[in-house]
């Protein structure tokens, strides 16, 4: 046992206390059928809870985390701190990037000795822990050799460094019976088209996450491979801007029926959209995967991975996964991290349980407007038309049948009111 959470106790489901606890977050309370815990499967973001100094562009650490430093001794206190966080929350997953678990080498060779050895520590402590894997992933947009992309970069040599990774970082995923494994292109992308040739990087990708799934097929990982949209951040522009793009691109590579979507809330507002567009997109798409639950501050514009707090947003996200049939191998990731001047324990336990809670009542009001129905009726009885036989022949038809039907005045369209308020003043009913 460290001595980092001293004070504090596992939380409870206590909805009247005024104390550290789920006010609404109950794992066990049964809806529609099936456990709050299996139902959202929250997991934690190990990079932004352990390994984030609390930096911005004006200013530099403000965490003085004692596992900060790069020994393995170091690397293994902040694993015993996580997991006592992860006791704490009742969480039942966590993720990780390869370089937020192990220090960094003076080689290749070196940093994957120091990672392989701390996923066996992790294992170690998984067999006496309840919180697995929700996924593993790569780093592959901090160190500066990838500042120019990984799998696009216009160097070779990057792009076999940053396969070398992602196999290392998919066999430890699997290793540890990770859920699914992500890929996110955070420098897939580019600063300026002047000096890049965008058709040769977009193949490289494309091949990149090919070999991906060939590997994943090769050792026998039965997750599933997400990636992860993002318009732009750190690169200017990035290929795997939204939902609609990464699934263009999954068909030009072949890939579609192998890779899904790890959505994140911040990336779809950054896209122009909002959260339940990217979802439900996905959804119609059959690539629906897992989400990232962080928000940004609407008026920073930027990606801010603050804790979700907004109960009417998480309801109808949710809503969204819900009718996409709820997770299977996904789950609700905290992409999040502390403002930087909250730098007690406390506040990292506080942000989480919160978060917790936000969602959980934005998930019991998205299953009730569910059960309740009225909304989905709507839907259907706006679309009705489309259902009457008149309705149905007419995609089967062609423009010269229907000019002539309409021609003969048996068509004759009346304008009906889209009810939008109506149905805004119904969801306001449930959160
Ligand atoms: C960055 C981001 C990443 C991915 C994993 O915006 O969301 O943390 O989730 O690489
Ligand atoms: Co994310």
Same mark, same amino acid.
């Given at each position: 046992?460290?001595?980092?959470?001293?004070?504090?106790?596992?939380?409870?489901?206590?909805?009247?206390?005024?104390?550290?606890?789920?006010?609404?977050?109950?794992?066990?309370?049964?809806?529609?059928?099936?456990?709050? #815990?299996? +139902? *959202?499967?929250?997991?934690?973001? $190990?990079?932004?809870?352990?390994? &984030?100094?609390?930096?911005?562009?004006?200013?530099?650490?403000?965490?003085?985390?004692? &596992?900060?430093?790069?020994?393995?001794?170091?690397?293994?206190?902040?694993?015993? @701190?996580?997991? #006592?966080?992860?006791?704490?929350?009742?969480?039942?997953?966590?993720? &990780?990037?390869?370089?937020?678990?192990?220090?960094?080498?003076?080689?290749?060779?070196?940093?994957?000795?120091?990672?392989?050895?701390?996923?066996?520590?992790?294992?170690?402590?998984?067999?006496?822990?309840?919180?697995?894997?929700?996924?593993?992933?790569?780093?592959?947009?901090? +160190?500066?050799?990838?500042?120019?992309?990984?799998?696009?970069?216009?160097?070779?040599?990057?792009?076999?460094?940053?396969?070398?990774?992602?196999?290392?970082?998919?066999? %430890?995923?699997?290793?540890?019976?990770?859920?699914?494994?992500?890929? &996110?292109?955070?420098?897939?992308?580019?600063?300026?088209?002047?000096?890049?040739?965008?058709?040769?990087?977009?193949?490289?990708?494309?091949? =990149?996450?090919?070999?991906?799934?060939?590997?994943?097929?090769? !050792?026998?990982?039965?997750?599933? !491979?997400?990636?992860?949209?993002?318009?732009?951040?750190?690169?200017?522009?990035?290929?795997?801007?939204?939902?609609?793009?990464?699934?263009?691109? *999954?068909?030009?590579?072949?890939? #579609?029926?192998?890779?899904?979507?790890?959505?994140?809330?911040?990336?779809?507002?950054?896209?122009? +959209?909002? =959260?339940?567009?990217?979802?439900? *997109? /996905?959804?119609?798409?059959?690539? =629906?995967?897992?989400?990232?639950?962080?928000?940004?501050? $609407?008026?920073?514009?930027?990606?801010?991975?603050?804790?979700?707090?907004?109960?009417?947003?998480? /309801?109808?996200?949710?809503?969204?996964?819900?009718?996409?049939?709820?997770?299977?191998?996904?789950?609700?990731? =905290?992409?999040?991290?502390?403002?930087?001047?909250?730098?007690?324990? @406390?506040? *990292?336990?506080?942000?989480?349980?919160?978060?917790?809670? @936000?969602?959980?009542?934005?998930?019991?009001?998205?299953?009730?407007?569910?059960?309740?129905?009225?909304?989905?009726?709507?839907?259907?009885?706006?679309? %009705?038309?489309?259902?009457?036989?008149?309705?149905?022949?007419?995609?089967?038809?062609?423009?010269?049948?229907?000019?002539?039907?309409?021609?003969?005045?048996?068509?004759?369209?009346?304008?009906?009111?889209?009810?939008?308020?109506?149905?805004?003043?119904?969801?306001?009913?449930?959160?």
């Amino acid at each position: 046992m460290t001595d980092f959470f001293k004070d504090i106790s596992p939380l409870a489901y206590a909805p009247d206390s005024t104390d550290l606890a789920f006010r609404h977050y109950n794992p066990d309370e049964v809806i529609a059928g099936k456990r709050m #815990e299996d +139902h *959202l499967r929250f997991g934690v973001a $190990y990079w932004h809870s352990f390994a &984030w100094p609390g930096g911005d562009p004006f200013g530099a650490e403000t965490f003085e985390r004692p &596992w900060f430093g790069d020994t393995m001794d170091l690397a293994r206190m902040k694993a015993d @701190v996580a997991f #006592e966080m992860f006791d704490l929350l009742n969480v039942p997953f966590f993720c &990780w990037h390869d370089a937020d678990i192990r220090p960094e080498g003076d080689s290749f060779a070196e940093s994957q000795r120091n990672f392989e050895e701390i996923i066996d520590y992790f294992g170690t402590k998984m067999e006496s822990s309840r919180t697995k894997l929700l996924w593993g992933t790569a780093n592959l947009f901090s +160190h500066r050799r990838f500042m120019s992309g990984a799998a696009t970069n216009p160097d070779p040599e990057i792009f076999a460094w940053s396969a070398a990774t992602v196999k290392n970082c998919m066999d %430890a995923t699997h290793k540890l019976n990770g859920e699914n494994y992500v890929l &996110w292109g955070g420098r897939e992308g580019y600063e300026t088209l002047l000096n890049t040739d965008l058709k040769r990087e977009r193949q490289q990708a494309g091949r =990149f996450l090919q070999m991906a799934v060939e590997y994943k097929h090769k !050792i026998g990982f039965k997750g599933a !491979i997400l990636v992860e949209p993002k318009p732009q951040e750190p690169s200017k522009h990035q290929y795997d801007f939204d939902v609609a793009t990464v699934y263009g691109f *999954l068909k030009e590579f072949g890939l #579609e029926g192998e890779v899904q979507m790890n959505i994140e809330q911040g990336h779809a507002i950054l896209a122009g +959209h909002s =959260f339940e567009h990217e979802l439900a *997109l /996905a959804s119609s798409l059959g690539i =629906f995967g897992s989400i990232d639950m962080n928000r940004n501050d $609407y008026q920073s514009g930027w990606d801010t991975d603050q804790f979700p707090n907004n109960v009417p947003e998480v /309801a109808l996200a949710y809503y969204e996964v819900i009718k996409a049939g709820g997770f299977t191998k996904g789950g609700t990731n =905290f992409d999040s991290k502390l403002r930087r001047q909250s730098l007690d324990p @406390v506040d *990292l336990i506080a942000a989480h349980a919160g978060a917790m809670d @936000v969602c959980a009542r934005g998930f019991k009001a998205a299953a009730a407007m569910l059960e309740d129905g009225t909304l989905e009726e709507m839907r259907t009885a706006r679309y %009705a038309g489309w259902d009457s036989a008149g309705g149905k022949a007419l995609l089967d038809s062609d423009l010269a049948t229907i000019a002539a039907q309409v021609a003969a005045g048996s068509i004759n369209p009346q304008p009906r009111s889209g009810r939008q308020e109506i149905l805004e003043n119904i969801v306001n009913r449930f959160v």
